[in-house]
């Protein structure tokens, strides 16, 4: 009996051995798994995520110029500005205010970085758009706004080395020359022989832009991605709340904040400031500064598209062609993204 109960416990001692042996085989099988599935999503799913936010950014960039045109008639624009940054900082504090004082720290460590990419991506490029939507035509504003990208992969290669290659300078070539002859109808000479004042202030929010795309690029992921909008948005408010009462005081004639004003702010402030931050942001990860700039060149013809919509305007040929060579130069620059090894993003 005990030879055999000495049988019986050797085999389920047999068995219990078996079980925590095939323990790190199954450990194993699971992280193979997930090694598969990390791979499919970095090789699959990020040049689809990538578009997908790059389209979003687009098409509320395009309000952007429709409602802050709207907009300015009435309102000074560094009060726009402000009360635009003034909607998304109360946004963000409510969304993401806890994760932010949790991380703190952090965030303190990083505030150099964090001032200098909210004051050129936010403060300076908001105030410097709507005071030339002030004084110049959306037309203009759309052709040097589109010019973005070529200003960005001029940067990156001058003074990052950034290897751009032909094919994409090709690409921003031809995207940012569609994207000119789509807002000018074709008479580009015309439309460049017509710009001032309002146009160099486009040509200095292009240049603010571009500073916060580059220094976006290189220390966005040193800091938790949500949380720092917190006090990005703060220190815009903070940076834009003396130019606004100079504006009140000394220049702005009287204004009033009727329903449409209200609405105006309410919009850029949800989706141009924090909907396409937080997807341009992401995809400025994902693919970096060159390719996420030339996704702009999208932006003067998505803005024919919405005033068609809106506005009744009438769609050229000429707009037609520049449209198809805006579309080929920016997939010459987007569609062949290469593999990036991407810092964590916490929230």
């Known amino acids: 009996m005990r030879a055999a109960g000495d049988l019986l416990h050797g085999s389920r001692m047999s068995s219990r051995h078996r079980r925590c042996y095939r323990a790190p085989a199954s ?47 009435s309102l000074p624009p560094l009060t726009l500005a402000w009360s635009r940054m003034l909607v998304v900082f109360l946004a963000v504090t409510l969304i993401f205010g806890t994760a932010a004082w949790r991380q703190r720290q952090v965030l303190g460590r990083e505030i150099k ?93 292009v240049l603010a832009w571009v500073v916060y795309s580059v220094a976006a690029r290189h220390w966005l992921g040193r800091v938790p991605f949500y ?13 834009l709340t003396p130019l606004m009462v100079v504006e009140n005081v000394f220049f702005a004639d ?3 904040l009727d329903g449409h004003a209200l609405a105006a702010i309410l919009y850029l402030g949800i989706g141009p400031s924090l ?30 598209g919405l005033g ?10 000429n707009q037609v062609i520049g449209a198809l060579v805006v579309i080929v130069g920016v997939s010459l620059v987007t569609l062949n993204l290469r593999r990036r ?7």
């Open 27 to 73: 450990a194993a099988g699971r992280q193979r798994d997930a090694s598969i599935l990390s791979l499919f999503i970095d090789r699959c799913c990020v040049p689809l995520i990538a578009p997908l936010y790059l389209a979003v950014v687009v098409l509320l960039f395009s309000g952007n110029l429709v409602v802050g045109k709207f907009a300015t008639a």
């Open 113 to 205: 970085a964090l001032a200098i990419m909210s004051i050129n991506g936010m403060a300076l490029f908001s105030a410097l758009l709507y005071s030339a939507l002030r004084v110049s035509d959306a037309t203009t504003v759309a052709v040097l706004e589109s010019l973005t990208p070529a200003a960005t992969a001029m940067l990156m290669a001058l003074f990052f080395r950034e290897r751009l290659g032909r094919i994409r300078w090709l690409g921003i070539l031809l995207s940012a020359g569609g994207a000119a002859w789509v807002v000018s109808d074709g008479a580009l000479v015309r439309t460049l022989a017509r710009l001032q004042t309002g146009d160099a202030l486009v040509a200095a929010a």
């Open 227 to 239: 949380a720092s909008l917190v006090p990005m948005t703060g220190i815009a408010v903070l940076f």
């Open 254 to 256: 009287a204004w009033q």
């Open 275 to 304: 909907i396409a931050l937080i997807c341009y942001n992401r995809a400025l990860l994902l693919v970096g500064p060159s390719h996420t700039a030339t996704s702009l060149n999208l932006l003067p013809v998505v803005t024919m």
């Open 308 to 317: 068609y919509l809106m506005l009744g305007a009438p769609i050229t040929l």
């Open 341 to 347: 090894r991407l810092p964590p993003l916490e929230g």
